[in-house]
Each structure stands twice: as structure tokens, then as C-alpha cells.
């Protein structure tokens, strides 16, 4: 029989049984990857797995754990809605939200690590957490909210309906399913101003005469207002700075990646003035996986295309991306500092070092 392969013809001849051929297919790593112009909304790239003649289930609308990547959505929800400013620091230590604390509405206390398995115990802003990517600092800023509904509202606004989102505090950590096609448009927002733009794939149709029977006319709501945008916008771009890959890439990029538990699933947001990439990679089946996080992360699993992806389009010149574009930068005075060595705060925010012993958990590994 004929089954997928790495090669020029992309298959190859074995002999197998029925069962061995099942399972060889689902040994395979696949993966999900989208681009949206995020100021038209347009979807210029749709890659719902590895291969359509053997795998043809689209991968761009499985639900799977995003992992970190949801993270942004926090820390925009408290910079927005509790004042917090990117440079806060805040101390790497255990957080715990108890039984009938805020609106959680907990049964019991909820204590999660970070993904390495410990806490430096060191003091680091927003913007140094997140590029960490801090479990800790997450569940600080969503026990300071007090409830998931800010949360919930402002990713509702970027075009995923927070009635799929469970309101549990675990959401910081990205233990959420979602699919690759909602994140991305979500995060098309924060390249767009702030501005949600349904995402779209017909610009207009047609008939045999050339006139137009349809014509898109793609939905769009202001999720954050410019200022709050901009400084997620530069915190993104923050996370990405001296990452690995992306050597001789002239595009203002920004991003985000997220690993979920037992290394199931890697996930890169990628974002660009022109240009958002959001791209996950899994098996079909959770059993189809690295078995550490030194290859099963995010930043190794599925950033790799994103850097790859706009080096090329950089190469190759694309007429409709412009490597030199800017992201917007609101009008008047900028009221978030967002230059941490002019912030006059120099308070350290913590609270009593929880010394329970731990339960892990399966939110204790999100990275």
C-alpha cells in the first residue's frame, strides 16, 4: 500500500496491515497555520495540516489547549481594567487564590507553578515576565482582577466568544481550547490598533457580466483602545527580543509561544505590521508527542515557521508585504510609560510566600 512519507512524491509503497497503517499515520506531527492581513481582516494563508491527500482533517478549526499564548489577554485585561502598568515588578513566587476569594467561585485553593518547576523568587516587570513567560506573574494578575470576566469581555471583543471559555482561573495559563483560526484573528487585533476585524476569505464575487453580486463587508469592534494596544503591542515585541531564529529578520515582529501539558501542544502567535501568523503543531492524538521540553515547546516546535515564513517573504519580496512597516502609533501624549527605566515606582509587589506543599496539578505546566 501507498502511505505519507518526507519525500519528493510525498508518499512511498510498504506493506503493512490495516491497523500498522493507522497507526504509522497518526505518529505524525501535524499542524495548523493561518495568516490575516490585520487591517482588512483577509486570510492570505490556510495550511490545515501536513498533508491533504492523507490527512484531511483541518487542524486550522480543532479545538486544542493554547497554552501561553493566551496569556497576552491577561496582562492587556489588567493594564486596561486595573491600571497596572508594564513596568510593575512583581516577585517570581507561588500564588495561591483560596476557596471563596474574589468570583471564582473555587472550591479549593489553587496553587500552580511555573513550568520549570520552581520560582526564582526574583522581582521582574510585566513586559520581563511575560517574555519569560511566568506562570506566576499570570496568576498574580488574574488574583488582583479579582474574576475572569474582565478577561472573558475583552477576548469576547477580539472575536472569541467567551461563552467556550470555561470562567475558571486556570484560563491565565492558557488551559482554554481554542482554535488556531480564533487566536489568530484575536491577535490580529493588537497589529490592527486595537481593532477586531472579522476575519474574511472572499473580498467579492461576480457574475458572468462582471458585476457584483457580493461584496464583503467585514464586521470590526475597537477591543482596546489605542494606548492600551500600543503597550501590548511593544510587550510583544519585547517577548521576542534575542529569540533564537530570528537572525536577519528586518520585520517588526512580536509574538508569543505557548506549550501545554506533557508537551502535547506548541503553538507560536506571530505578529507583524502587515502580517499575523498564528501556527500550531500536535499530534492528532495526545500520544503523539515529544517526551521533554527540550524539543516539545513552542518556541522549538512552531516558532521555527513564523521566523522561516517572514524571512521568506522578506527574501522573495512579496508585493503585499512591506518588511519596513510600522504598527500605529496613537495620537497625543502616551499616558503608559512603557520605558521601564523612567518608571517611578519602585515598589515590589508580593504577598506571603504560600509554604503548603504543592499538589501538581494539570495547570501547573503550562509554559
Known amino acids: 500500500m501507498k502511505v505519507f512519507a518526507y519525500n519528493a512524491m510525498a508518499e512511498k509503497d510498504t506493506t503493512m496491515t490495516p491497523y500498522d497503517s493507522i497507526r504509522y499515520h497518526r505518529s505524525f506531527l501535524q499542524t495548523g497555520i493561518i495568516a490575516i492581513e ?17 490527512f484531511k482533517f483541518d487542524h486550522i478549526r480543532s479545538k486544542r489547549q493554547v497554552g501561553s499564548t493566551f496569556k497576552p489577554f491577561v496582562y492587556a485585561s489588567a493594564i486596561a481594567f486595573q491600571g497596572v502598568s508594564p513596568c510593575q515588578r512583581v516577585v517570581d513566587q507561588q500564588y495561591t487564590i483560596s476557596p471563596g476569594e474574589g468570583h471564582f467561585g473555587l472550591i479549593n485553593s489553587w496553587s500552580p507553578g511555573n513550568a520549570e518547576g520552581r520560582f526564582s523568587g526574583q522581582s521582574m516587570t510585566l513586559y520581563e515576565a511575560l517574555k519569560e513567560s511566568r506562570n506566576s506573574v499570570s496568576v498574580y494578575l488574574m488574583k488582583q482582577m479579582q474574576s475572569t470576566s474582565y478577561v472573558l469581555d475583552l477576548v469576547n471583543n477580539m ?29 490580529a487585533s493588537f497589529a490592527n490598533n486595537g481593532t477586531y476585524i472579522v476575519p474574511s476569505f472572499i473580498t467579492k464575487i461576480e457574475d458572468k457580466n462582471g ?30 527580543r534575542g529569540a533564537a531564529g530570528f537572525k536577519g529578520v528586518v520585520s517588526n ?40 521540553l527540550t524539543n516539545g515547546q513552542g518556541s522549538k516546535m512552531a516558532r521555527p515557521f513564523f521566523s522561516e515564513f517572514i524571512r521568506q517573504l522578506e527574501v522573495q519580496k512579496v508585493a503585499d508585504f512591506d518588511p519596513k512597516a510600522k504598527y500605529i502609533v496613537p495620537s497625543g501624549p502616551q499616558t503608559i510609560i512603557t520605558d521601564c527605566s523612567q ?25
Request: hydrophobic share 35%.
Open 38 to 54: 490585520p487591517t482588512t481582516g483577509q486570510v492570505k494563508v490556510w495550511v490545515g495540516g501536513i498533508n491533504h491527500k492523507y
Open 159 to 187: 472575536g472569541i466568544d467567551k461563552k467556550k471559555i470555561p470562567a475558571q482561573p486556570s484560563i491565565c495559563l492558557g488551559a482554554a481550547e481554542l482554535t488556531v483560526f480564533e487566536m489568530t484573528g484575536a491577535y
Open 211 to 240: 458585476k457584483v453580486i457580493y461584496k464583503n463587508t467585514s464586521d470590526e469592534k475597537q477591543a482596546l483602545s489605542p494606548d492600551i494596544n500600543y503597550v501590548m503591542v511593544d510587550m510583544l515585541r519585547y517577548a521576542v
Open 253 to 292: 515582529i512580536g509574538g508569543k509561544t505557548g506549550t501545554t501539558n506533557d508537551y502535547v501542544d506548541g503553538w507560536f502567535m506571530g505578529i507583524t505590521p502587515g502580517l499575523v501568523v498564528g501556527t500550531w503543531v500536535g499530534g492528532d492524538d495526545q500520544w503523539t508527542r515529544f517526551l521533554s
Open 343 to 367: 518608571y517611578s515606582r519602585p515598589d515590589v509587589i508580593t504577598v506571603p510566600k504560600d509554604t503548603t506543599k504543592k499538589k501538581e496539578g494539570e495547570d501547573d505546566f503550562f509554559e
